[in-house]
C-alpha cells in the first residue's frame, strides 16, 4: 500500500447504500480517518436511524429511493460539489424476490451505470470510482463450478445473462458479473475523467459496524454464520462452504482502492481463506463453551473443498492492499461476541 499523503481533512467521499452492513464499515473507517462522509440511503427514516448510529458530525446522508432512476444520483452530486471520491456499493442483496431480472439484475446494472453517468455529467471534480462487485462476477457456480482452476483477479464468471433469470441465486451472481461488465463498458466507450478501482469481496463475515438491529436477521452473507449459531447441539450441519473475507478488510479495501494510485483500474479479490460452516462451528464450540451449536467435523473439510470451495490465488491484491488480512477465527469470534452481548 502507497501512503499517498492524502490531507484527509479536504476530502469528501459519498458512498452510495451507506446502511449497508459492509457500507457502514466503509464510513466508519473513512471517518475514523478524518475524511468527511456523504452517505445514501433509500429513505429518511434510514438516514436519521443511521445518523444516530454513527453520532459524527462528518457524517451526512442524502435520500435516492430508487437506483434505477436515470436521475437517481443528479440532485445529490449537484448538492455536494466537494465530492472527489464515489463509492458505489449499494446493490440488490436479497434473495426473498419475486422477479429477478427485475428486483436483482437490472437495478444493479442500471444503479451502476446511473452512478457514473451522473458522476460524469454532474460532477466533473470526482477522479476516483470504487464499486463494490463481487467473487461471484469472477468465479462460477453450480454447472460453473471448477475445482481445479486457481481463480485470479483477471477471471470472470461464465455464467450467462439468461443463466442467470433461473432464480435469485443465480440471479445475484449474474447481477454483479453483469453490473461490473456495463462499468468496464462505460469506461471504454465514455472515457470520463475518473478511474475506477473494482472490489471484489468473497463471503463476507464480521460483527456489525456499530450495533446490532436484529440479531435473528442478519444480511445474506452473515446469516450463513447464523445459521450455524442457530443450531441446537444435536442437529445436522448442512455441507457447506467456500471462501470468505472479514467486513473490516474488506471496507478498508474500499479505502486504499481510491487513495492508492497503484490500484487504479485494478479488480480486488477480498479472500482470505476457506471456510465450511463445520470449520465455523468448531470455532463457535472452542471459543463459546457454553453455545449450544454442534461440535463440528472438521474431518469432512477435504471432502467439501472438493466440491464447491473455490481455489484463488490473489496475491496481486493482497500486495496493492499492502495489509494483513483477518482469520476467520478472529471473523467468527469477533461476530459472535457481538451477537452474544446484543
Ligand atoms: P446489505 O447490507 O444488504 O447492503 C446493501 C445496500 O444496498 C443497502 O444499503 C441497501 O439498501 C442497498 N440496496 C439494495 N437494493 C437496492 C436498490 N434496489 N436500490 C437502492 N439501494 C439498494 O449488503 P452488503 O453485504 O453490505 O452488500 C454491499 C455490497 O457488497 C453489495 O454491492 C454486494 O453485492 C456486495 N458484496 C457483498 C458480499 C457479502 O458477502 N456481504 C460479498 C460480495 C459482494 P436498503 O438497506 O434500503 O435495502
Redo the contacts with the bound molecule.
Keep these: 500500500m502507497i501512503d499517498m499523503g492524502i490531507n484527509t481533512a479536504s476530502v469528501m467521499v459519498f458512498v452510495s447504500?451507506?446502511?449497508?452492513?459492509?457500507?457502514q464499515h466503509v464510513v466508519k473507517q473513512l471517518l475514523a480517518k478524518g475524511y468527511t462522509v456523504v452517505g445514501s440511503?433509500?429513505s429518511e427514516s434510514?438516514g436519521d436511524e443511521l445518523k444516530l448510529l454513527i453520532q459524527n458530525e462528518k457524517f451526512s446522508y442524502e435520500v435516492i429511493p430508487?437506483?434505477s432512476d436515470k436521475n437517481a444520483f443528479d440532485a445529490a452530486l449537484k448538492k455536494h460539489p466537494e465530492v472527489t471520491v464515489f463509492l458505489h456499493?449499494?446493490?440488490?442483496?436479497s434473495f426473498a424476490i419475486e422477479d429477478v431480472e427485475n428486483d436483482l439484475v437490472k437495478?444493479a446494472i442500471e444503479?451502476t451505470l446511473n452512478a457514473l453517468r451522473s458522476i460524469k455529467e454532474h460532477a466533473p471534480q470526482i477522479t476516483r470510482v470504487v464499486i463494490?462487485s463481487?467473487?461471484v462476477a469472477m468465479w462460477g457456480f453450480g454447472s460453473h463450478f471448477d475445482g481445479n482452476k486457481v481463480h485470479d483477479e483477471l477471471d470472470w464468471s461464465p455464467i450467462t445473462y439468461e443463466e442467470g433469470l433461473a432464480g435469485a441465486s443465480f440471479g445475484y451472481k449474474s447481477s454483479?458479473k453483469y453490473a461490473e461488465l456495463a462499468a468496464h463498458d462505460f469506461m471504454t466507450k465514455e472515457k470520463p475523467n475518473f478511474a475506477i478501482t473494482y472490489v471484489h469481496?468473497?463471503?463476507?463475515f464480521g460483527p456489525q459496524a456499530y450495533v446490532v438491529k436484529d440479531k435473528k436477521n442478519l444480511?445474506?452473507?452473515n446469516e450463513i454464520v447464523n445459521q450455524v449459531i442457530k443450531l441446537g447441539k444435536d442437529d445436522e450441519i448442512p455441507e457447506h462452504g467456500n471462501v470468505f473475507a472479514d467486513v473490516r478488510d474488506v471496507a478498508q479495501a474500499h479505502i486504499v482502492a481510491f487513495e492508492s494510485d497503484e490500484a487504479i483500474g485494478q479488480r480486488l479479490l477480498l479472500a482470505s481463506g476457506d471456510f465450511t460452516l463445520d470449520s465455523v462451528a468448531e470455532i463457535i464450540n472452542r471459543r463459546f463453551p457454553h453455545s449450544n451449536v454442534p461440535r463440528g467435523d472438521v474431518s469432512r473439510n477435504e471432502e467439501i473443498k472438493k466440491k464447491m470451495i473455490h481455489k484463488y490465488d490473489n496475491s496481486k491484491t493482497r500486495k496493492i492492499l499492502g495489509f494483513e488480512f483477518k482469520t476467520l477465527e478472529e471473523s467468527i469470534y469477533d461476530m459472535v461476541e457481538q451477537l452474544d452481548n446484543a
Design positions: 447504500g451507506a446502511n449497508g452492513y459492509i457500507a440511503v433509500r434510514k430508487t437506483l456499493t449499494a446493490s440488490p442483496v437495478p444503479g463494490t463481487s467473487a454483479k469481496p468473497t463471503y463476507t444480511n445474506l452473507s
